[in-house]
């Protein structure tokens, strides 16, 4: 196993001490509450073999959740900005999403030219999918919730052990523009949820909960400053290069940044 | 007039702000050596350095003073061609394999401002071997879609040195085309030659066989069992062939600066019919001469210079030979002149009696 030799080394924290994310937008608190048709699947509670960790701590233990069926639309990202129009891109606070924020959109209310109505919503910041999900009664789902969620393939909840797998993903990641197209064309998985793989990258809550510096190869003493204290661990999975490639993006982002690859969709708990 | 002052007035300079250094030098070399590049002072002025794409390399900076370098990379992810009608997904600098090639001199401020293009769909970052600092860069150049990373190095040793991405998972990026060669030059720049070419070896993993056609994928079992199905200088079959075979003529002096970015194989670097003149080790500043095949280890670079004596076309390979002429690791230098018969000559068949 001498290929192996190169280790991967992680932070892992459990908290979210960041200080832009502590700091919630002031928005929220004028936040109009707004109805939501979307689908949401439960995904019954359980325990899976973590990408980042050794022996008992990659046991990771998720409780019983609801996960919407595919990410946030155009058309309704536009319900929401309707109703807020504190987050058009116009009126957005500067603070909470980059100038790249729904910067396709023709204007604070047209949809981007080459999207539908039925694509998924992307150039939004972390602050602005949050502020959504509060909007109806949901919430981001953790990076555990949404990698628990990805392991299952069509037939099975965890299809994590089937190379073919593992080789659809990558081959899904190098889609150029996947998100102009509109969500459920593909088949779902398991649980009944679409467009997990290659679409759009999605937030989770905690999204840079697991530290990827950008020094992959030597993650374990970088920016500790900046997290909780945390137990370093090490990636045996050296194959599964799609959870590398999401836990890379993560770690690439910071809560303001919006992406036109990067969307979201919500969570809730039972 | 100019050539005489100049050293002249560098030894005055570094006895003035070395009074530690009490040697009275009359050579600059002298004094070079007894400083501290970290203490190299700038000209003052800014250049933003133009870059040709591969096999040109930007013009040498000759006796130039130190200055700050502004460099622009930018990774663009775009699907290229391995081979006539086989398509690949590359992830480049500057959107070709090699990336640009970085040319500065020791003492130089390199300011890298390493922009992620928008339509990218993963983040990316770049480690510079020829940077003193954490992860070569690649830390501070961490960069999402869409969004620019900026950090500042000065360039304290002379060679050829490798850079690349490094972001996680580090082979794949590596596989994918994300390498190229940054040359720092030392005080005065390298000699002065004829012709200089940028010529870079790397191994590529695809689903399908060598030549079967199509857009083809990233092998991770074949890179990890260390099997490529392509070996390629600058990323394609024909890159340095046909039309864009490189050119010199006879009694020229040629320079190829070779790199290799890898992932894995190191490369047997050979020009079939002509002897290396002279060879920087492993890209730095020992020179061997009269050399015939030069190893470049994956991450590594050599600089290779040879007089073109004979005209006639002379193949670059990988000499581990399989590779070559089954892999695609060739490539050509086209001399072109009067032949040379005192060097080289084809002799009429010896009559034999029957």
């Known amino acids: 196993m001498k290929p192996f030799a190169l ?66 639309t155009n058309a309704e990202f536009l319900d929401f900005l309707r109703e807020n129009p504190q987050w058009t891109k116009s009126k957005v606070t500067q603070l909470y999403a980059d100038e790249s924020y729904l910067h396709n959109w023709v204007s604070d209310y047209e949809i981007p030219k ?45 299809a994590s052990e089937k190379p073919e797998f593992t080789a659809y993903i990558l081959n899904a990641y190098q889609n150029k523009k996947a998100y102009n197209a509109e969500i459920k064309q ?39 400053n900046l997290f909780c204290a945390g137990a370093s661990a090490t990636t045996t999975d050296l194959k599964n290069y799609a959870a590398f490639m999401r836990y890379a993006m993560r770690g690439s982002l910071k809560a303001n940044y919006t992406v036109n690859n990067l969307g979201f969709r919500c969570a809730k708990d039972l | 007039m100019k050539s005489l002052f100049r050293p002249l007035f560098l030894a005055v300079l570094f006895t003035l702000s070395f009074t530690a250094c009490k040697q009275n030098s009359d050579s600059s070399l002298l004094a070079d050596s007894t400083m501290n590049p970290e203490d ?57 394999v090699p990336g640009a090639f970085i040319r500065a001199r020791v003492g130089d ?82 000699p002065a030659v004829d012709k200089e070419y940028y010529v870079m070896q790397g191994d590529f993993y695809t689903k399908g066989a060598f030549g079967e056609k199509g857009l083809q994928e990233f092998d991770i079992d074949k890179a990890i069992a260390e099997q490529p199905d392509y070996v390629l200088f600058n990323g394609n079959t024909g890159s340095l062939l046909g039309a864009n075979e490189l050119q010199a003529k006879v009694g020229e002096t040629v320079r190829i600066f070779v790199g290799n970015g890898g992932p894995n194989l190191t490369s047997s670097f050979h020009v079939i019919g002509e002897i290396f003149d002279r060879v920087y080790v492993d890209g730095g500043m ?69």
């Open chain 2, 109 to 190: 401020e390199i300011e890298l401002r390493l922009k992620n293009h928008e339509d990218s769909v993963f983040p990316h970052n770049i480690d510079l071997h020829s940077v003193n600092g954490p992860g070569g860069g690649a830390e501070a150049s961490f960069v999402a879609p869409g969004k620019e990373a900026v950090f500042t190095f000065k360039a304290l040793h002379a060679g050829l040195f490798v850079y690349h991405c490094a972001a996680a998972p580090v082979g794949m990026h590596i596989a994918n085309g994300m390498y190229g060669l940054i040359l720092i030059e030392p005080e005065g720049g390298l």
């Open chain 2, 286 to 354: 020992t020179i061997n001469t009269n050399v015939q095949t030069t190893s470049i280890p994956a991450g590594g670079a050599s600089i290779v210079e040879f007089k073109a004596d004979v005209p006639g076309d002379y193949v670059l390979v990988d000499h581990a030979i399989f590779r070559a002429f089954h892999k695609g690791a060739l490539g050509k230098i086209k001399v072109n002149g009067d032949e040379n018969p005192k060097v080289f000559k084809k002799n009429e068949p010896l009559q034999t009696k029957s």
């Open chain 1, 7 to 72: 280790t991967f080394l992680f932070i892992l924290t459990s908290c979210y001490q960041n200080k832009s994310l502590s700091d919630a937008p002031k928005e929220t608190e004028n936040l109009e509450f707004i109805v939501s048709k979307k689908e949401m699947k439960k995904i019954e509670g359980g325990s899976y073999l973590g990408f980042i960790g050794k022996d008992s701590t990659r046991i990771v233990e998720v409780k019983s959740f609801y996960i919407d069926d595919s990410p946030i």
């Open chain 1, 186 to 224: 593909e088949k779902p998985n398991f649980y009944g949820l679409y467009n997990m793989y290659g679409m759009v990258w999605e937030w989770t809550e905690d999204f840079n909960s697991v530290m990827i510096s950008g020094e992959s190869r030597n993650d374990s003493s970088t920016n500790e």
């Open chain 1, 114 to 158: 080459e999207a539908k109505p039925n694509s998924p919503v992307t150039n939004v910041s972390w602050f602005a999918a949050k502020a959504y999900a509060e909007s109806v009664g949901k919430r981001l789902p953790t990076v555990e919730e949404w990698e628990f969620s990805a392991l299952a393939d069509e037939v099975s909840k965890d």
């Open chain 2, 40 to 96: 190299i002072a700038l000209d003052g002025t800014t250049e933003v350095l133009e870059m040709p794409a591969p096999p040109f390399v930007p013009t040498p900076v000759g006796d130039r003073a130190a200055k700050k370098i502004i460099v622009n990379l930018e990774i663009i992810e775009k699907v290229g061609e391995l081979a006539n009608g086989v398509e690949y997904n590359f992830w480049t600098f500057n959107g070709t």
